[in-house]
């Protein structure tokens, strides 16, 4: 029994019944319409997983391309895309890969920045994903980045408590919990770091653990506006919290999730 293909579907089928959320994707194709003057725009989305923002944008009218280093949340993209002509995704590592060029948006959403998956360091990273999604834009195209933006990350991060934030049955009749362990934000370093693990039933009875641990680089506001200006790219607006209100800068207390409508210069 592969324990790594077991987890892995099952991880993808859960992330995809609880992961529903739509305020974000409406706000996207909001600012696609009042930025881009309603016109259908080639879009590239780099960590597409399982098409949660892709397929409406595609919907929506639009060309995308879609990529992520998943196979189990791609194979829940490409199922999706199915009967649709203006759609396409591949398995590719965004640290590693082209990107490709020429697309006229590119979307960094789904708080990408924050979740990547690498063994480098994870600042340095960053700065990749946004210099990357800068390379792949035309002159003149634009950079949407969706991400977490906290006044105060050691209060949301630094919590020491067990939870379990999914559970359930997945397709393949595999059962199972994630279980969280809290984590720890370092203000010095802006590391967060943590452990979880997979507690799973495959379909014929066998019960397995998964154990995780994990690190993130929370990203101050000032570092991402460095990153945008030394990729050649210009803000031209920002939103606050999925509204029409724009950052402040600084932040103020009451900033959870900064949106940036960025040109390439």
């Known amino acids: 029994m592969n324990r790594d293909f077991i987890?892995?579907?099952?991880?993808?089928?859960?992330?995809?019944?609880?992961?529903?959320?739509?305020?974000?994707?409406?706000?996207?194709?909001n600012v696609l319409r009042s930025c881009a003057n309603g016109s259908a725009q080639r879009i590239l989305e780099a960590a597409c997983g399982g098409g949660?923002?892709?397929?409406?944008?595609a919907k929506a009218g639009h060309t995308v391309t879609g990529f992520d280093m998943d196979l189990h949340m791609l194979l829940r993209c490409y199922r999706q895309m199915k009967g649709m002509s203006n759609i396409r995704c591949y398995l590719a590592d965004a640290l590693t890969a082209q990107w490709g060029s020429e697309f006229d948006v590119v979307v960094l959403a789904g708080n990408v920045l924050i979740n990547i998956e690498t063994d480098m360091d994870y600042a340095e990273a960053q700065r990749i994903f946004i210099r990357k999604a800068a390379m792949a834009l035309r002159s003149g195209g634009h950079l949407y980045l969706?991400?977490?933006l906290l006044y105060d990350p050691v209060r949301f991060f630094s919590r020491l408590r067990q939870s379990s934030y999914f559970s359930g049955t997945d397709d393949m009749g595999t059962s199972g919990r994630t279980?969280?362990?809290g984590s720890?934000?370092?203000?010095?370093t802006h590391m967060c770091a943590g452990t979880s693990h997979l507690e799973l039933t495959a379909n014929n009875g066998e019960s397995f653990v998964i154990s995780k641990l994990w690190?993130?680089?929370i990203p101050a506001q000032n570092q991402v506006y460095g990153w945008l200006r030394e990729a050649g790219l210009t803000i031209e607006r920002s939103y606050k919290n999925y509204s029409?209100?724009?950052l402040h800068e600084p932040i103020d207390e009451s900033t959870h999730?900064?949106?940036?409508?960025a040109r390439k210069d």
Do not use: C, M
């Not at 987890?7 to 194709?29: C, K, M, P, S």
């Not at 949660?52 to 944008?57: A, D, G, M, Q, V």
């Open 244 to 246: 029409d209100e724009p």
């Open 184 to 188: 720890v934000y370092d203000p010095v």
């Open 52 to 57: 949660r923002i892709s397929i409406p944008l």
């Open 7 to 29: 987890a892995g579907h099952w991880y993808a089928d859960i992330y995809e019944q609880f992961e529903n959320e739509t305020r974000d994707v409406a706000f996207l194709l």
């Open 179 to 181: 279980i969280s362990y």
């Open 257 to 261: 999730r900064a949106t940036i409508w």
């Open 146 to 148: 969706d991400f977490d």
């Open 215 to 217: 690190h993130k680089h």
